[in-house]
């Protein structure tokens, strides 16, 4: 399982652009990468997936460096609403059980107004 | 359509008695998770059902928590003797099928379970 390490806590103001950075510097060929936010009392939510390069939805952005070690979810003009725990996963989706999913602490984001 | 649902949403129960928590997946997934959460932490895997495979239950704590899935549908997990530490959120998740990208797990809002 490759292993992630991301800040525990940022914190930003309404309208700035929040970049969060996770290491994974094991992974595998066959993993991606996998971030999910979390809203107090509530399950985990998908936001993006990625395994390199950028990919961008209507949500966040996922950017990847070549050597796939790291990975940076941007979230544009952040809002209130946006505070939340944001998770960095890793994992080959071909796996199946545990394997598939190794959830961390998170990284939680703080949005001020 | 409707998303994964879990009942009780919160159950309080003393020390040393036995709890059940549900879980309804979202219809035509196969593949369900069951994980627990304690306050400010991540999310510790317990157990994974996979249709009728049997099931990779190595996340499990101890052998006072088991859970059961019934094919495709209501799955329970169950705790006995509860203990103090068993405080915490337990999740269910439920993922259409178990391999492939952008096949992520969908969560439910969980059962906040607290040991008097």
């Known amino acids: 399982l490759a292993k992630t390490t991301q800040p525990i806590s940022m914190d930003s103001y309404e309208g700035q652009e929040v ?24 399950g985990p939510r998908f936001i993006i997936q990625g395994y390199k390069t950028k ?44 394997r598939a999913l190794t959830f961390g602490s998170g990284t939680r984001l703080q949005v001020q107004p | 359509g409707a998303g994964v649902s879990q009942s009780p949403s919160n159950k309080v129960t003393e020390k040393g008695k036995d709890v059940e928590l549900r879980c309804d997946p979202i219809s035509g997934h196969t593949a369900l998770y069951w ?45 006995q003797r509860t203990q103090q530490e068993d405080s915490a959120v337990y999740l269910c998740a439920s993922r259409r099928r178990s391999r492939g990208v952008q096949d992520t797990q969908y969560f439910g809002p969980g059962t906040r379970l607290t040991v008097l």
């Open chain 2, 35 to 79: 994980y627990r959460q304690r306050l400010g932490q991540g999310l510790e895997f317990l157990i994974y059902f996979q249709g009728n495979s049997a099931p990779d239950k190595s996340g499990l704590p101890s052998d006072r928590f088991s859970a059961e899935r019934t094919g495709e549908s209501v799955s329970t997990l169950t705790i």
């Open chain 1, 19 to 42: 970049n969060i950075t996770c290491s994974h510097n094991n992974i595998a060929t066959n993993d991606y990468i996998t971030w999910y936010q979390q809203f107090p009392s509530q």
């Open chain 1, 55 to 98: 990919v961008t939805n209507e949500v966040a952005s996922l950017f990847i460096p070549a050597d796939r070690k790291s990975s940076t979810l941007s979230l544009p003009r952040v809002s209130l609403s946006d505070t939340a725990v944001y998770y960095c996963l890793v994992g080959d989706p071909m796996d199946t059980g545990r």
